[in-house]
């Protein structure tokens, strides 16, 4: 199965930036690499294109109805989105989201048959304290409460430390790939989804892609600032090779 990378190009870049983004990444993509481009929502349509795959960064968990300035998933997915990024960090912190309302999106995701990509991470406290595998379990078990099991495997699991977002921090490859493991038996002994990718993300960049990408329990990488300069992020993936 190919390798992963997600570009979280958050609340970044206006039309014109978008225009500009799209003719500097095409056919700069290689075909080794699954690449998921999750840009705002007025921009989805605009990043269509075969050569890689279209992400959002949030969607709402009803279908339809009476929610003004929320999008749902079935919305999305006729957009041609099939990957939805769910409960990052800024979600859960700035817009106050709590574990119930992550697991009602992860639901409402796979029930339309499109990718929940689910973010967890500890934040510096919690790692001070050596608590990220309960943090993590914590997590990971409020999320997929419920959570039909033979659609368990579609669900991605992206490991993002609060404290290595943005920050230019990391944890150290064996920490990350300790992690990408722990989850991967997370997922096998409690839910008996034995094919989980699990991604991670924070601070990723040029100097340490490589060494991130080919850790052995760890499905692809989560890029955000490394991912908002269209140049520099073809620059980071070719890094890669
Ligand atoms: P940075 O790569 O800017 O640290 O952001 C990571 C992230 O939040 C991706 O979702």
């Given at each position: 199965m190919k390798k992963l990378v997600v570009a979280n190009l958050k609340m970044n870049l206006g039309l014109e930036a978008v225009q500009k983004y799209i003719t500097t990444i095409k056919g700069q993509i290689t075909n080794q690499l699954l690449v998921i481009i999750c840009p705002s929502f007025p921009f989805l349509s605009l990043f269509k294109s075969a050569e890689y795959q279209l992400g959002s960064q949030n969607t709402f968990y009803k279908k339809d109805g009476n929610y003004t300035g929320e999008v749902s998933p079935s919305q999305l997915k006729s957009l041609g989105v099939k990957y939805i990024i769910v409960g990052h960090s800024e979600r859960r912190l700035i817009?106050?989201?709590?574990n119930k309302i992550i697991n009602q999106k992860v639901a409402a995701v796979l029930k339309e048959n499109l990718y929940p990509i689910l973010c967890v991470g500890e934040n510096k406290e919690q790692k001070l304290l050596h608590k990220t595998p309960v943090v993590i379990k914590e997590q990971l078990n409020e999320a997929l409460k419920k959570i039909d099991q033979e659609m368990l495997n579609d669900v991605i699991i992206a490991y993002e430390p609060i404290w290595a977002i943005g920050t230019g921090l990391t944890p150290t490859p064996g920490e990350i790939n300790s992690m990408g493991e722990f989850i991967k038996r997370v997922m096998s002994f409690e839910y008996n989804a034995n094919n989980t990718r699990v991604l991670y993300g924070g601070s990723i960049n040029q100097n340490n892609i490589k060494s991130i990408f080919s850790l052995e329990n760890i499905d692809g990488v989560l890029i955000g600032g490394a991912a908002v300069n269209p140049d520099l992020f073809i620059e980071t993936l070719n890094k890669i090779s």
């Open positions: 817009f106050h989201e709590t």
